[in-house]
């Protein structure tokens, strides 16, 4: 990149030019200065002048009369009494938060271009399908048709949303769903574009076109999911009219009925909005500071205080409330009079070696389950089978042993006997737990549940989430009785079960109608349109896709949602404190402007009076870098 690139960037040369002002401000503070010129005009000139320009052209175009204004005040008030380190001071702090804000919108484009780049580019079509002068071409997913015959090898990304018609596979559906649970699929179940096949070939029949495919649908609910938010506005900038017009009414009066400039040059002085403009910026950087420390990354400072106006949070169940991962939960032998007694430790032991080849997630789930517990070393197995969609069979020694869904043993004749079925499998099943029997030369041995498992500190969050006045909403694409199970487990009450992304939203638009505030938390790319739709977005950066930590507001960098209390609860802290700090400097601002008119004051007590409100505001503010909420 050469020099005229490099300064056509914004970011990069903003970043520059406050990197070389905050040098500019430590060489003033040790003295040293060019030609006798203090370096803090480098300061003001570098970061001062755009603010000027941005107040100017506001003030030119739309009459905006915003923190702008009262930074551009504050700076040249500052210089008239020469006050350049005040003046630097203010130019920079602002510089900075502008830059910050900046880089946070380039971020959240960047997270949408990144949704865009998952959609399939190509598939493979079938021409002449089931005739002698069938063949095969790669072809571009726009110019696939509904209707056309496509083939999807392992691996590979579904083009366009269709239905198989012949094979079986596995697919990852979790760019959909969020479930982290891979789905069989047989002939005649639907697919969908942007979703994974992860192990078996099959032949598809495109039933939509690429750009009406449930993919290209969830890009366009988050490019326009975002909400006509409620207008936030800081508290420095709820005073800025009040604050100009009083204060140049005040020193143009002080002027004409006492005739003595130092005094209006005073007032303007005493009036500039140090501490006013620092209230805000402190209290939001010490508020990121310490959520930054718990593992809490808060995207743009105006979220803390759409935070503190949150009454309802809104939960996905995978990966928030549960950890996001199949474990196993449960291993079941079959034992009766006429069978040899198997214990779940000898049990688990045989599915696990039969397993052991796989690379089906389930599968992996089920072996890390054994080696964790035991130090016996898996039993080798021979003939290593996987039937997709159904289950596994190998030889062990000289049995074999097999192990799959009710479908799988149906075809192998063998027989799971009833009673087991209503005693111990059914209520599982109804929890949204997964199945897997086991069986030995055709003898049914007993089964083995997997299923996401709730977090452990789950009930204590959404209880303290109650106790700050914030409610719970449970919304999940699990099925009713799953729904209700997790709910009731961690005291929510509100829930909605069998959701797909459009749904999500449904329901937040339906809160927000109730003139609620609403955060929404959660993992996973089908969960983004809800984030961005939210009043305030949370998406967790451990287990969570990168797509919906970008369109997310906040993200739980350190996965752990034990600090969500604590989220809200700095939050209206930080609030609170911004707006005692507002308060004692518009009291100290009007205390001094008083003292100026009556001549009590002069410029160089006027602006120590400013700086010593500044700087104890600066210390109030700070304070919330060591807040715990208990």
Not at 38 to 48: A, Q, V
Not at 383 to 408: P, Q, R, W, Y
Not at 447 to 460: H, I, W
Not at 586 to 613: E, S
């Amino acid at each position: 990149m050469n020099i005229k690139e490099f300064f056509q960037d914004d970011e990069k040369r903003d970043l520059l030019f406050i990197l070389i002002s905050i040098i500019a401000v430590i060489l003033s503070l040790l003295g040293i200065s060019l030609f006798g010129i203090d370096l803090m005009w480098i300061t003001i000139i570098f970061c001062g002048f755009p603010i000027f320009i941005e107040a100017a052209v506001g003030l030119y175009t739309e009459f905006d009369i915003k923190a702008d204004v009262l930074v551009t005040i504050a700076i040249i008030s500052s210089i008239l009494i020469g006050e350049l380190f005040a003046a630097g001071v203010i130019a920079i702090i602002m510089a900075i938060g502008g830059f910050l804000e900046e880089y946070t919108v380039s971020k959240t484009r960047a997270g949408i271009e990144k949704l865009i780049d998952l959609s399939p580019t190509k598939g493979s079509i079938i021409r002449n399908y089931n005739q002698d002068s069938e063949t095969e071409e790669e072809i571009a997913a726009e110019l696939i048709n509904v209707g056309d015959i496509l083939k999807v090898l392992p691996g590979e990304v579904i083009p366009v949303d269709g239905e198989i018609i012949r094979g079986e596979s596995s697919i990852d559906q979790s760019v959909m769903t969020g479930e982290s649970i891979p789905v069989d699929k047989v002939v005649g179940d639907e697919v969908f574009s942007g979703t994974i096949n992860l192990y078996g070939s099959f032949i598809m029949k495109a039933t939509k076109k690429g750009e009406d495919s449930s993919l290209q649908k969830l890009i366009t609910l988050v490019e326009s999911a975002n909400p006509e938010n409620a207008e936030v506005v800081k508290s420095a900038d709820r005073w800025a009219s009040f604050i100009v017009v009083v204060a140049f009414i005040c020193a143009i009066l002080t002027l004409i009925f006492t005739a003595e400039i130092i005094r209006a040059v005073t007032i303007l002085v005493v009036f500039c909005p140090c501490a006013l403009v620092l209230a805000t910026p402190t209290a939001i950087m010490a508020s990121i500071g310490n959520l930054t420390k718990v593992g809490i990354l808060v995207k743009e400072g105006i979220s803390i205080e759409k935070l503190a106006k949150i009454d309802q949070i809104i939960f996905d169940k995978t990966g928030t409330l549960t950890y996001g991962k199949p474990t196993v939960t449960k291993v079941i032998p079959y034992n009766n009079e006429i069978s040899d007694e198997l214990s779940e430790k000898e049990l688990i032991h045989l599915l696990a070696s039969l397993e052991s080849p796989s690379e089906h997630p389930l599968a992996k789930a089920i072996t890390k389950f054994y080696k964790d517990k035991n130090e016996k070393a898996l039993y080798k197995v021979t003939n290593f089978e996987m039937i997709i969609g159904k289950g596994v069979k190998a030889n062990l020694n000289d049995s074999t042993l097999c192990a799959g869904n009710e479908e799988f043993f149906n075809s192998l004749n063998i027989d799971i006997p009833h009673d087991f079925i209503e005693e111990n499998i059914s209520q599982y099943l109804n929890q949204g737990s997964t199945v897997i029997y086991i069986s030995c030369d055709g003898k049914f041995l007993g089964a083995v549940f997997l299923s996401d498992v709730l977090r452990d500190d789950a009930f204590d969050i959404v209880r303290q989430l109650h106790k700050l006045g914030v409610d719970s909403t449970l919304l999940t694409g699990d099925n009713k009785e799953a729904a209700e199970q997790i709910a009731h487990t961690v005291d929510i009450v509100d829930l909605k079960y069998n959701c797909l992304p459009e749904d999500k939203i449904s329901k937040i638009r339906e809160l927000q109608s109730n003139n609620k505030k609403i955060a929404m938390i959660g993992d996973g790319i089908n969960d983004a349109p809800a984030l961005r739709q939210a009043d305030i977005g949370i998406s967790m950066g451990g287990v969570g896709s990168d797509i919906s930590i970008e369109a997310s507001d906040v993200c739980l960098v350190s996965d752990d949602i034990k600090y969500i209390p604590h989220l809200f609860a700095l939050s209206r802290k930080t609030i609170k404190t911004i707006n005692r700090g507002i308060a004692f400097a518009l009291g100290l601002n009007i205390l001094a402007t008083v003292l100026a008119m009556l001549g009590w004051l002069g410029p160089i007590g006027g602006a120590f009076v400013h700086n010593i409100g500044s700087v104890i505001v600066i210390i109030y503010s700070s304070l919330l870098l060591i807040f715990e909420y208990k």
